[in-house]
């Protein structure tokens, strides 16, 4: 009899659940249908005209990195290709107005956007998705801040096609839910959440940028983290198992996300199914869309698609590739995966090892250019500025915060050597930015740029490849000491094969092949 109670209690308690739901997704749905109309009006466009509303995720879309080139590259594309669409942009930037972030994306990318197809939807909450929000377990706080900024996002408005192009695959879920997986879904990937170079970085217990000393000296911490890796794991492939199409970055972000997307944990799969985690497994798995599960295939295997990004090289072929000056110059957003402290320790240690590069006509200079989102991004370059003096490099070091994309170009123009030194860089617009304008790249040898970027051109060099400071500082003396043909040569490979592998067109196309089928 008590069973039969608890039972009933139970069912009862999932029917009171649905309908709750029901009325508070309906209720969601009107909200959103009464927002479009209102964006339709004041955009200026006839409501008979039924445009498609395509919703961007992408809650920094005001940081000026390679991720927002891609971003507004993709946008400007659509309203040339598809002038029926209208861009909405859910960004936390709430501290700028539409007008000021256009001007921006002008005057740091030379991307002209028009307003009359373009929204914004403006969160309030994007805190949750930042480190500092976090301090323990940051990823998947992370992930289920960004979860909370989805409903924020879908509770204003609702568009007809969901694209995440920032890396919150976690979003997607909400999404399903919120839209009982009515709308399409696609994702353009960076970098994945996790992956299992992550994993078995903690299992061997490694130091790294994800893994911490204090965790990799400890056994029993290293053991807690693999399982926390692996709960994470489990569920960024469920995430990433709903949308439509995927587009991955670079080879290495693609071979990433298709061993995420045929990842398997047979742990991890019993543990959800036998105690309340089962919870989590319906949440993640509920709302699949009808039209994908009768018209694919359950044995075929999904996979990302490869969409170089953008790079827009028209002004930097134009430059001269001889007359450069000994700048060795860095491109980079100060976040602390792209590893600054790095280029400045590998730059103390060619000036130690050449001593006459500290004057005279055979002087350096380092110059680190990037941009700055908050305040942890400041304090991180100061942080630099100290790192710096602690080397005793300062005189020959300068940093230029949130520079304008004239400026960039000024500088493109007038350096020797690209350095970048991020472990597993997905991609490297900005060492494509270095080749297209015959700047020899220095970098890391891992990820797009060892892959993808800084490869052989008819069997020639095109740059260099790098572990540790000693092997930056060499390969940067070695550029240094180049004779002119020699630098003229590789200059020009670099240049050839950026303009002719990675120009905005390839992307273009590449981004509409992708979402060929669910755009107007």
């Known amino acids: 009899m008590a069973f039969a109670i608890s039972l009933l209690c139970l069912l009862l308690t999932g029917v ?69 669409c209208i861009s909405l942009v859910y960004t936390g930037d709430v501290d700028v107005t ?23 939807v403006f969160l309030k909450n994007r805190r949750l998705v930042e480190d500092a929000a976090w301090p323990r377990f940051t990823l998947i706080g992370q992930s289920l801040g960004s979860m909370f900024l989805a409903w924020e996002a879908l509770s204003q408005v609702i568009p007809d096609l969901y694209i995440d192009s920032m890396g919150y695959a976690f979003t997607f879920h909400v999404v399903a839910w919120i839209t009982k997986g009515s709308i399409p879904m696609g994702a353009y990937v960076h970098y994945p959440t996790i992956s299992t170079d992550m994993l078995a970085r903690v299992k061997a217990r490694k130091v790294g940028h994800t893994n911490s000393g204090d965790v990799a000296g400890s056994l029993v911490l290293s053991l ?27 080879s290495w972000t693609k071979n990433h996300i298709d061993a995420i997307l045929s990842h398997s944990d047979p742990v991890m799969n019993t543990m959800h199914f036998l105690n309340p985690l089962f919870a989590l497994r319906l949440f993640a798995t509920m709302f699949k869309r009808p039209k994908e599960l009768h018209t694919e295939s359950t044995s075929k295997r999904r996979e ?41 320790r590998a730059f103390a240690q060619l000036l130690a090892d050449h001593p006459s590069y500290t004057s005279g006509s055979t002087s350096v200079k380092l110059f680190l250019l990037g941009g700055a989102r908050n305040e942890d991004d400041h304090a991180r370059v100061q942080s630099l500025r100290d790192l710096a003096k602690e080397l005793d490099i300062t005189p020959h070091v300068q940093f230029i915060v949130n520079a304008s994309y004239p400026e960039m170009l000024g500088w493109l123009a007038m350096a020797s050597i690209g350095l970048s030194t991020m472990v597993d860089e997905h991609f490297g617009i900005n060492v ?89």
């Open 16 to 84: 009171i659940g649905i309908i709750v739901f029901t009325a508070y997704t309906n209720k969601l749905a009107r909200r959103s249908a009464q927002a479009r109309h209102a964006i339709i009006e004041n955009l200026g466009i006839s409501a008979t005209s039924k445009p498609q509303f395509i919703g961007y995720f992408h809650p920094y879309c005001n940081a000026g990195g390679g991720g927002e080139r891609v971003l507004w590259t993709a946008i400007a594309a659509t309203q040339r290709a598809h002038p029926n």
């Open 98 to 120: 539409k007008e000021q972030i256009i001007d921006q994306v002008e005057a740091r990318f030379d991307i002209s956007l028009d307003p009359k197809s373009l929204h914004f």
């Open 224 to 250: 807690g983290k693999t399982w926390y890796y692996r709960f994470l794991m489990y569920h960024y492939s469920l995430a990433l198992s709903r949308p439509s199409f995927i587009m991955a970055n670079s």
């Open 304 to 344: 990302a698609k490869i969409v170089y990004p953008p790079c827009d090289t028209r002004e930097m072929v134009q430059f001269p590739l001889d007359k450069r000056e000994r700048i060795i110059l860095s491109i980079a957003q100060f976040r602390p995966e792209k590893d600054h402290p790095a280029q400045l």
């Open 432 to 520: 494509v930015e270095f080749m297209a304008a015959g700047v020899i790249p220095v970098t890391h040898a891992s990820g797009g740029p060892l892959h993808d970027i800084v490869v052989p051109l008819d069997g020639e060099a095109t740059g260099f490849h790098a572990r540790d400071p000693q092997s930056f500082a060499n390969a940067m003396h070695t550029v240094l000491s180049m004779n002119q043909s020699e630098e003229q040569a590789m200059r020009t490979r670099a240049r050839t094969w950026a303009v002719s592998a990675f120009a905005e067109e390839c992307f273009v196309e590449g981004w509409e092949a992708a979402w060929k089928g669910w755009v107007q």
